[in-house]
């Protein structure tokens, strides 16, 4: 008798369990502000050497991937222009104590999305992505990976990876 309630339990569970981890599916055609992609150096080379050029341009390739993807997914990206002059003044939106939430809500937009991409050297770097609901800051999508090798190749399979596993599941 306990080994058939622990069998009905196990097979109840493996699809609560997968239900679980996917979280609340995205509403069709709703608005996002994709408030971009933080950039955190903590690697020595980024303390000696400053900025990358080449890493700018993964930033911005990643963004555009990003952009394009929830474009091609039927969602409408909304102008960040009212809210332009404060988010340049915001070093890191995905790090700024709830303020990607209110901008979110001030551009009337049903969700926001921020994310980080950490080096923490030049063969280890780590890309998160997170969508919040922009009325009640409730976290509806959250993922990370880690790549390795710095080449505009692993940054777009990192994404890549996120969008396709976490965000748009088949």
Known sequence: MKAVLVLTWLALAAPCAVAAEFGEKLRPGASIAFLGLGFIDSS???????????ETQRR???????????????????????VAEDLAKTLNPAD????????GAR??????????????SNLILSM????????TGQM???????????TD???????NYIL???YFKP
């Open 140 to 150: 509806i999508r959250g993922q990370s990976v880690d790549i390795r090798s710095n």
């Open 60 to 82: 911005e390739m990643v963004e555009d991937l990003v952009r394009t993807r929830f474009t091609d997914e039927g969602f409408q990206l909304v102008p960040l222009d009212p």
């Open 128 to 135: 998160n992505l997170v969508l919040r609901e922009s009325a």
């Open 44 to 54: 020595t080379e980024g303390a000696y050497n400053g900025v990358r050029a080449d």
């Open 164 to 166: 396709k596993n976490h």
């Open 107 to 120: 551009l009337g937009a049903d969700y926001v999305l921020v994310g980080e991409i950490q080096k923490v």
């Open 96 to 103: 700024c104590a709830g303020c990607e939430v209110r901008f």
């Open 153 to 159: 190749d692993s940054w777009m399979r990192g994404m």
